[in-house]
């Protein structure tokens, strides 16, 4: 079954640096997401991406985070210049049409320090 | 930000019997509604989902029931196995908005063999 894949799993990082965040959605699939989960918090959205354009994003996304659709198959989540807070599970997460069901990849364990 | 709240962080079921989820929203918005079951170190697993036209979907051992009216949805679960003891989170979005999901906070459920 096809399934939505992440690397890496886990991503130390020194608060300042860049990180980025590796997604390949399920191939037929049209749109595509990132969501983070804060250690015993909710999951909550990021930033939604629909013909090589942002569609959505939350005010956690600001000038810091940036998302491409660097070829036909990888979806990236880059964060230019991590914080302490930027610490979570990212998920990506993508469905084939707008009134589809979207599938979640296992997550990245981002840890700033 | 409140707007999908599950007020049951835990709950704990014999096997074989009956579990019962519950889920509140306030936005009247929200249009279509998910149920998503995860385990540690996993992303959220889609389980099964229900639009607002409908007041009730079935796959199998898991039912969705809506009350819009009261803003309420619930996710049973006949029989509960060991293999269902998991966190479950309830997500509902706007299909005509993007689609982001708004996810509850999760409710952690041990089945008891």
């Known amino acids: 079954e096809p399934e939505v894949t992440q690397t890496p799993s886990h991503q130390v990082t020194q608060m300042g640096q860049e990180v980025i965040l590796r997604c390949v959605p399920i191939s037929n699939h049209l749109y595509f997401y990132w969501y983070r989960q804060i250690l015993g918090q909710k999951v909550e959205f990021l930033v939604s991406f629909y013909n090589n354009e942002i569609s959505e994003k939350s005010e956690i996304f600001d000038d810091q985070f940036s998302v491409e659709r660097p070829d036909g198959s990888n979806f990236t989540l880059k964060i230019r210049s991590t914080k302490l807070e930027d610490s979570a599970m990212y998920f990506c997460?993508?469905?084939?049409?707008?009134?589809?069901?979207?599938?979640f990849g296992p997550g990245t364990r981002l840890t700033v320090l | 930000d409140q707007q999908v709240k599950q007020n049951s962080p835990s709950l704990s079921v014999q096997e074989g019997r009956i579990s019962i989820l519950n889920c509140d929203y306030t936005n009247s918005m929200f249009d279509y509604f998910l149920w998503y079951k995860k385990y540690p170190a996993e992303g959220p697993t889609f389980l099964i989902s229900?639009?607002?036209?409908?007041d009730k979907n079935e796959d199998g051992r898991f039912t969705v029931f809506l009350n819009k009216s009261a803003k309420h949805l619930s996710l049973h679960i006949v029989p509960s196995q060991p293999g269902d003891s998991a966190v479950y989170f309830c997500?509902?979005?706007?299909?005509?908005?993007?689609?982001?999901?708004?996810f509850g906070g999760g409710t952690r459920v041990l089945v008891k063999p």
């Open positions: 997500a509902a979005s706007e299909l005509a908005a993007g689609n982001k999901l708004t």
């Open positions: 997460a993508s469905k084939e049409g707008a009134s589809d069901t979207q599938y």
């Open positions: 229900i639009s607002s036209i409908k």
